[in-house]
């Protein structure tokens, strides 16, 4: 690889056999300087390629993340949608606390793009800012709800992982969007969602789940919160049991959330009937 008449093709198939070196447990090391390089490439794929492999053999403190972070930078500068996509992605793996201010206004920014692919792995971004430093982006409220109610589901899908930190952390600035979560979740049980995100006839089970999630730490020891809470959990129990795995998944999270929040002596005894189905 260190030869001097490599080719970038060369070079290309030299870094993917470097990560089935890795995945096979020896040490690619040798070949990550190289990857590095490649990411400057003005190629598509060979930038996906020196993206793929930091990605997968770099972490958060490494030495080269100096070297990388002037080309992420530039990316996310960049007008094709695909770099920006793969430095978001990057950022996603490889961000770390003294990296998160050179990269935090351009992740914002794509908050803004006119591709959801961008905005959805934008605010995935931004969710793993907050994992690593929640005073970063202590200020992007107004921009998260917008991501919620994004036209494009994946955006809102996104943002409620950032939401459900975010209700862990201080529930009761998010109180007044216990509405929203509830149409939210009345809109997927009623299979008004592309049926792409159905699985096993059951409509988008994962948002299903992080929405139940969402809405037991906003209505826990909140009876007003809870009270608009009462009948979706009612109708989401209902529906959830079909007789399929993820169907049980989404009753057992159901029963977690009603246990969780302020009580309804009808919801704990629905939820007492479809514990017993467990049990027999």
């Known amino acids: 690889m260190a030869a001097p008449d490599v080719t970038p093709k060369k070079m290309k198939e030299y870094l993917i056999r470097m990560l089935y070196v890795e995945m096979l447990g020896h040490d690619g090391s040798f070949g990550h300087i190289h990857a590095v390089k490649m990411v400057h490439s003005k190629k598509m794929i060979e930038k996906r390629v020196g993206y793929l492999s930091v990605s997968l053999c770099l972490h958060a403190n490494h030495s080269f993340m100096l070297l990388l972070i002037n080309s992420i930078q530039q990316d996310l500068r960049s007008d094709n949608f695909l770099e920006v996509a793969m430095a978001l992605i990057t950022v996603c793996?490889?961000?770390?606390?003294?990296?998160?201010?050179?990269?935090?206004?351009?992740?914002?920014?794509?908050?803004?793009?006119?591709?959801g692919l961008v905005k959805k792995k934008a605010v995935m971004a931004l969710h793993r800012f907050h994992q690593i430093d929640q005073s970063s982006v202590s200020s992007l409220g107004p921009q998260f709800r917008r991501a919620l109610c994004d036209s494009n589901i994946s955006v809102m899908a996104a943002s409620l992982c950032v939401f459900q930190d975010l209700c862990a952390v201080k529930p009761s600035a998010y109180k007044d969007l216990v509405a929203d979560f509830v149409s939210i979740l009345k809109q997927v049980i009623e299979h008004r969602l592309p049926r792409d995100y159905d699985y096993h006839r059951m409509p988008a089970p994962w948002i299903q789940l992080k929405l139940l999630q969402?809405?037991?730490?906003?209505?826990?020891?909140?009876?007003?919160?809870?009270?608009?809470?009462?009948?979706?959990?009612?109708?989401?129990?209902?529906?959830?049991?079909?007789?399929?795995?993820?169907?049980?998944?989404?009753?057992?999270?159901c029963v977690r959330s009603i246990t969780t929040i302020y009580p309804n002596q009808k919801l704990i005894e629905d939820a007492a009937t479809h514990i017993s189905r467990f049990l027999t």
């Open 93 to 115: 793996k490889l961000v770390n606390s003294e990296t998160v201010p050179a990269l935090l206004p351009l992740v914002v920014k794509q908050l803004e793009h006119k591709e």
């Open 214 to 253: 969402v809405l037991a730490l906003l209505g826990a020891n909140d009876k007003q919160a809870s009270e608009g809470m009462y009948e979706i959990l009612h109708e989401v129990l209902k529906r959830a049991d079909i007789g399929i795995n993820v169907g049980y998944a989404i009753v057992y999270e």
